[in-house]
């Protein structure tokens, strides 16, 4: 996918934001941290909704477990790319609703849910050590889907202003 120096720039803006969030504004949850990264990332899939998009969620997570759990870092890089590839697809595929975002995101954010109880299940080498940080992993997922139900309506404002400013100048 062909890119212009606007996506690549907001890709490259997006890659350190999530990786601030994830990595500097934590709580403690067993076996790991709880975090609104997830928020950070979809909201930025509205504005780089293409594979650089994609790419930098996996990576600016990654990057944050890589400085604090490095144990989750290939289990993140993989949670956190698909969890944003299925928002943009779920988002294409919905009917186009105001609150289509919100379901698309309710969905893509079980993927780190399961995925982080199935990760720690075999980090650990037990699905009860797994299920000991699901708790948190669903605060964690509720939370995120709240904040983001609040936001994305400012953010896609923001999305037109900026598109349409952006085009003005050409």
Same mark, same amino acid.
């Given at each position: 996918?062909?890119?212009?120096?606007?996506?690549?720039?907001?890709?490259? /803006?997006?890659?350190? #934001?999530?990786? /601030?969030?994830? +990595?500097?504004?934590?709580?403690?949850?067993?076996?790991?941290?709880?975090? /609104?990264?997830? *928020?950070?990332?979809?909201?930025?899939?509205?504005?780089?909704?293409?594979?650089?998009?994609?790419?930098?969620?996996?990576?600016?997570?990654?990057?944050?477990?890589?400085? #604090?759990?490095?144990?989750?870092?290939?289990?993140?890089?993989?949670?956190?790319?698909?969890? $944003?590839? =299925?928002?943009?697809?779920?988002?294409?595929?919905?009917?186009?609703?105001?609150?289509?975002?919100?379901? #698309?995101?309710? &969905?893509?954010?079980?993927?780190?849910? &399961?995925?982080?109880?199935?990760?720690?299940?075999?980090?650990?080498?037990?699905?009860?050590?797994?299920?000991?940080?699901? $708790?948190?992993?669903?605060?964690?997922?509720?939370?995120?889907?709240? =904040? &983001?139900?609040?936001?994305?309506?400012?953010?896609?404002?923001?999305? +037109?202003?900026?598109?349409? /400013? #952006?085009? *003005? +100048?050409?």
């Amino acid at each position: 996918m062909k890119a212009g120096t606007n996506q690549l720039s907001l890709a490259a /803006v997006m890659l350190a #934001s999530v990786f /601030v969030v994830t +990595r500097f504004v934590q709580i403690p949850i067993p076996l790991g941290y709880f975090n /609104v990264g997830n *928020t950070v990332i979809l909201l930025f899939c509205l504005l780089v909704n293409n594979s650089y998009g994609i790419a930098a969620s996996g990576i600016g997570s990654a990057l944050a477990d890589l400085m #604090s759990y490095p144990v989750y870092t290939v289990p993140t890089l993989l949670i956190k790319t698909l969890m $944003p590839w =299925i928002f943009l697809k779920l988002g294409k595929l919905l009917p186009q609703k105001k609150y289509t975002p919100v379901v #698309s995101a309710a &969905f893509a954010t079980l993927i780190p849910l &399961f995925g982080y109880t199935i990760a720690g299940g075999l980090i650990y080498g037990n699905i009860i050590s797994g299920i000991a940080q699901f $708790p948190g992993l669903l605060l964690e997922y509720i939370a995120n889907l709240v =904040i &983001f139900a609040v936001l994305y309506k400012p953010v896609t404002n923001i999305c +037109r202003v900026y598109s349409a /400013v #952006s085009l *003005t +100048r050409k």
